[in-house]
């Protein structure tokens, strides 16, 4: 399966994004879709992730309440929803896909990586 990320950019602090994460060569919903970010100097970090079949979703608790990930079947596609965006949000993003459990959150129990789309937060 293959991941493209698209929608980053340059927004202000307390701004909005939407990151969307194009699957091809299979069907969204018979796999676990995650978002992560990875910030200069940084390790690459979880921030959220939606259950194959149905759209239970998990977060990391820095982005909890204010990022909101759904999928929408018919485009094959996962959404990132972000809100009242922080500088510390400044990352490249990534969407990957996974074929193990609920509440997966390392990177390594992701098989298929996008390209990241780039985020940055001016304060």
């Known amino acids: 399966v293959q991941l493209q990320a698209s929608g980053g950019g340059l927004v202000q602090a307390g701004g909005a994004l939407r990151l969307s994460c194009v699957v091809s060569g299979g069907t969204v919903s018979d796999y676990i879709v995650g978002w992560f970010r990875q910030a200069p100097g940084k390790g690459r970090e979880f921030v959220a992730g939606i259950n194959r079949i149905t759209v239970s979703a998990w977060y990391s608790d820095p982005v909890q309440g204010r990022f909101t990930i759904s999928r929408e079947n018919a485009k094959n596609t996962v959404y990132l929803q972000m809100i009242s965006l922080k500088p510390e949000d400044t990352a490249v993003y990534y969407c990957?896909?996974?074929?193990?459990?609920?509440?997966?959150?390392?990177?390594?129990?992701?098989?298929?990586w996008g390209q990241g789309t780039q985020v940055t937060v001016s304060s």
């Open positions: 990957a896909a996974s074929q193990k459990w609920y509440g997966v959150k390392i990177p390594t129990d992701f098989g298929s």
